[in-house]
């Protein structure tokens, strides 16, 4: 069945430094591809997506291109903040034929930013 | 405000004592599913709901039962918890384009999520 495979973290970086997060998918289909952030104490927030290959998701600086020649969706952000520390989530999105509106998630990344 | 509320945020109880997670939207979205989340699983899928009257099972299913009377309202039921329930449940909606079999859901809104912890 469709997957989604996440680097482990968590991921620790100071201030103003670069940032990758690896996200590799497994899907039948053309699945759409998100970027999904959640801060300590709530809920899940989109925070980009792509629908097709070779789109670029982009928000507060992260961005993440879809590869289909590589099945991969890495988020990325060039100076990251204090503020941006959070756990993030790869998913995809079934839109093939069973049709369960679900996301498949990654088991999530977490990333911490020291000052 | 958009949003997805749900309640209680924080509940400890005991086995086999029934409880209902409730959570309601105010976007008029069609879609709303309920997920668990849990340490290195990422959040799996429990049960799903295209419309009113309309609901599937997902992944993990076992031991919940879900409603859909109203459009707004999906409440997750759980009749005889036991301790392998014990997670954070997360309730989404999102709007669906299309329609029937080739319907998709759009991005999905979370609701804050709320912390079970079975006895």
């Known amino acids: 069945g469709d997957s989604v495979t996440q680097m482990e973290g968590p991921v620790t970086l100071s201030e103003e430094a670069f940032l990758t997060i690896n996200c590799t998918y497994t899907a039948t289909g053309y699945p759409s591809l998100f970027w999904y952030v959640q801060y300590p104490g709530e809920g899940l927030q989109l925070l980009l997506k792509a629908t097709k290959a070779d789109d670029k998701g982009s928000n507060k600086g992260f961005e993440a291109t879809y590869r289909k020649e590589t099945t991969s969706f890495h988020l990325e952000k060039g100076s990251v903040q204090v503020s941006d520390s959070a756990v993030y989530f790869c998913?995809?999105?079934?839109?093939?034929?069973?049709?369960?509106?679900?996301?498949?998630f990654g088991q999530g990344t977490t990333l911490q930013v020291k000052p | 405000e958009a949003q997805v509320t749900q309640n209680p945020r924080y509940l400890i109880t005991v086995t086999g004592k029934k409880l209902t997670v409730t959570c309601s939207q105010n976007?008029?979205?069609?879609?709303m599913s309920w997920y668990r989340q849990d340490p290195g699983l990422g959040l799996r899928q429990i049960y799903y709901s295209m419309n009113v009257e309309v609901t599937d099972k997902g992944d993990v299913p076992e031991g919940y039962k879900v409603s859909r009377k109203e459009k707004r309202n999906f409440p997750l039921i759980l009749e005889s918890p036991s301790p392998n329930q014990t997670s954070l449940y997360f309730c989404a909606s999102s709007t669906k384009t299309g329609t029937g079999k080739f319907a998709n859901t759009g991005e999905l809104f979370f609701g804050e999520g709320s912390r079970l912890t079975v006895l």
């Open positions: 976007m008029n979205h069609e879609y």
């Open positions: 998913a995809l999105s079934d839109n093939g034929s069973s049709n369960t509106g679900k996301l498949i």
